[in-house]
């Protein structure tokens, strides 16, 4: 493992390098090198989780100021869990530095998703003991709240699609969406969307993107049909 090169590439100098280290290591390789008396990433992994659901609520309940309880927890969901850390990991190319054991080098581990994941995690924990929470969400500012500000998990807050589901169930309407209006300074938009079934408003909302917007109104439009 190159740690001078992953600390280049994240911009982070680790105060221990053996915590860096521990956090890239596979239980598969503390298994074949005893005598080193390595430790593998499991524990810390156990805190980066738990890290990175307190960093993604708090910068939930800052940013999705209108969305209610259960909407704000499916959408944490939808950015902690699996598949979005394996991402993450692998735009972080975290694959090549993680320590693995013969065996597990040689049946793909290093491409193996819950793998990545925990690596992912481990790492996070490893710069919260290192450099604290602090330096933890800056760490997410920069490589996970992007994503979630820029719709990449829209897909968990699809109501867009339940509405055109519920729609097509009872009657066979065309539903269209409009932005009414923009409000706030160009760095700061809300854009306010209306969603019409039949030419008719059924709903309203409003966001920081068009498409959130847009399904805010479709989101109004379903709870009013319930």
Same mark, same amino acid.
């Given at each position: 493992?190159?740690?001078?090169? !992953?600390?280049?590439?994240?911009?982070?100098t680790?105060?221990?390098?053996?915590l860096?280290?521990?956090?890239?290591?596979?239980?598969s390789?503390?298994?074949?090198?005893?005598?080193?008396?390595?430790?593998?990433?499991?524990?810390?992994? &156990?805190?980066?989780?738990?890290?990175?659901?307190?960093?993604?609520?708090?910068y939930?309940?800052?940013?999705?100021?209108?969305?209610?309880?259960?909407?704000?927890?499916?959408?944490?969901?939808?950015?902690?869990?699996?598949?979005?850390?394996?991402n993450?990991?692998?735009?972080?190319?975290?694959?090549?530095?993680?320590?693995?054991?013969?065996?597990?080098?040689?049946t793909?581990?290093?491409?193996?998703?819950? !793998?990545?994941?925990?690596?992912?995690?481990?790492?996070?924990?490893?710069? +919260?003991l290192?450099?604290? +929470?602090?330096?933890?969400?800056?760490? !997410?500012?920069?490589?996970?709240?992007?994503?979630?500000?820029?719709?990449?998990?829209?897909?968990?807050?699809? +109501?867009?699609?339940?509405?055109?589901? !519920?729609?097509?169930?009872?009657?066979?309407?065309?539903?269209? +969406?409009?932005?009414?209006?923009?409000?706030g300074?160009?760095?700061?938009?809300? &854009?306010?969307?209306?969603?019409?079934?039949?030419?008719?408003?059924?709903?309203?909302?409003?966001?920081?993107?068009?498409?959130?917007?847009?399904?805010?109104?479709?989101?109004?439009?379903?709870?009013?049909?319930?």
């Amino acid at each position: 493992m190159k740690i001078s090169v !992953l600390q280049e590439k994240l911009g982070i100098t680790f105060q221990d390098h053996d915590l860096l280290r521990q956090a890239f290591t596979h239980s598969s390789y503390v298994n074949e090198h005893r005598e080193g008396k390595f430790s593998d990433n499991e524990r810390l992994e &156990f805190l980066g989780d738990a890290v990175l659901e307190l960093g993604v609520s708090q910068y939930l309940y800052q940013t999705k100021q209108k969305m209610a309880e259960g909407e704000l927890t499916k959408l944490r969901a939808s950015i902690v869990c699996e598949p979005s850390l394996v991402n993450f990991a692998r735009e972080l190319n975290f694959g090549d530095h993680i320590l693995l054991g013969k065996g597990e080098e040689q049946t793909g581990g290093r491409e193996r998703p819950a !793998l990545l994941a925990d690596v992912f995690e481990a790492f996070l924990g490893a710069l +919260y003991l290192d450099q604290g +929470y602090d330096v933890a969400i800056q760490f !997410l500012e920069k490589y996970v709240f992007p994503k979630i500000s820029t719709g990449a998990f829209s897909h968990a807050m699809d +109501y867009k699609s339940q509405l055109q589901e !519920l729609v097509q169930q009872h009657r066979n309407h065309n539903i269209e +969406y409009t932005i009414t209006g923009e409000n706030g300074p160009s760095h700061n938009k809300e &854009f306010v969307a209306q969603v019409l079934i039949k030419g008719d408003v059924a709903g309203d909302g409003s966001g920081r993107t068009k498409k959130e917007a847009e399904q805010r109104a479709a989101k109004d439009a379903l709870d009013k049909f319930e």
